[in-house]
């Protein structure tokens, strides 16, 4: 059995783990961002998916954010820029990541506090951070990060929450009964993977453009697939010209004008949202849980394509990992 495939089922427990955390950790953060006039969020690959999906999350509380790849962090923010005040959150599923090490020093030195959200305890950017919070996730070896990132996007929602820990509870538990429908269904999902096109898109609106994100994301490392990644109705201003019937679209939003307009454009077009009402039969109804069901969804969708496609999801060719245990 491919280890992906056994860590994302393992994102059952994980949210057992988080349901009896401490929100000591989060608390602190939450206070260290409050404490600061601007946040920035930052990471490389579905790190940096996390990092958009909080800088989402704090925007919903009236704190700016603005995310920004570690990669490009000391290209964009020049020595001359006034990190006084400046809070950054640094994402990194080993806390090796050279790019967010190299990012946090240059931050640091710059007089930014910080807070980072790893799955390493005691790792090089842990250690850099003002606060440290570490996803209890448990050491991964797929090459594809499935259950660090779902940690990283619980670890973001109980920041937002910190201050409402009951909320998160009852968010949690809400999550874990629709991961739960989600999973007993692995068989729709992996009929749904032999069945796409070659080409992808997905579509988000809000927080569930960075789902949209990691969506293509997963599909190009485990799938090698040509992928693409919008917000909903940013994808009518150009993009749309590329759609016919060689490219699956996958909306994650509601967004009813928009798969109308779509659908005359391409056969392909799968309403997540739909999916997850009326065959998973998750019947609450929030955008906070919605995104982290929609991630098992599309996890899952690139682990069977990877399957069938006859590759190892665990080991892309061309592609390594950083792991510290």
């Not at 994302?8 to 401490?22: K, M, P, V």
């Not at 999906?53 to 954010?65: E, G, H, Q, T």
């Not at 999973?183 to 992808?200: C, F, G, N, P, R």
């Amino acid at each position: 059995m491919h280890y992906m495939i056994q860590e994302i089922r393992e994102e059952q427990s994980l949210l057992d783990r988080y349901l009896s955390n401490s929100m000591k950790e989060p608390a602190l953060a939450l206070k260290n961002i409050l404490g600061s006039n601007r946040s920035i969020t930052s990471g490389n690959g579905t790190s940096y998916n996390a990092a958009y999906y909080l800088s989402l999350l704090l925007l919903k509380r009236n704190i700016f954010a603005t995310p920004v790849f570690a990669s490009e962090f000391s290209k964009v923010l020049v020595e001359k820029f006034n990190f006084k005040n400046i809070n950054v959150i640094f994402f990194s599923q080993s806390g090796e990541t050279s790019d967010a090490i190299t990012a946090a020093k240059f931050g640091k030195i710059n007089g930014a506090s910080s807070v980072s959200i790893s799955n390493v305890q005691g790792s090089t950017l842990s250690t850099l951070a003002d606060v440290s919070i570490i996803t209890p996730a448990g050491p991964e070896k797929s090459i594809a990060a499935t259950k660090s990132h779902m940690g990283q996007l619980l670890s973001s929602l109980s920041i937002f929450l910190a201050d409402n820990p009951e909320e998160f509870k009852l968010l949690l538990g809400n999550i874990k009964a629709g991961v739960k429908s989600i999973m007993s269904q692995e068989d729709y999902i992996k009929k749904l993977a032999e069945s796409i096109s070659t080409k992808v898109v997905f579509l988000g609106s809000g927080i569930e453009y960075p789902v949209a994100r990691e969506g293509a994301l997963k599909l190009k490392e485990t799938c090698s697939m040509i992928t693409d990644a919008y917000p909903t109705r940013e994808f009518l201003h150009g993009p749309k010209q590329i759609l016919d019937d060689t490219w699956t679209v996958f909306m994650l939003s509601k967004e009813d004008v928009v798969k109308n307009d779509l659908s005359k454009l391409t056969r392909n077009l799968m309403d997540v949202d739909e999916i997850i009402r009326q065959q998973f039969k998750v019947r609450f109804t929030s955008d906070l849980a919605d995104s982290i069901l929609k991630v098992l969804f599309i996890q899952l969708l690139a682990y069977y394509r990877s399957v069938f496609l006859g590759l190892d999801p665990d080991r892309p060719s061309k592609l390594t990992k950083v792991i510290k245990s």
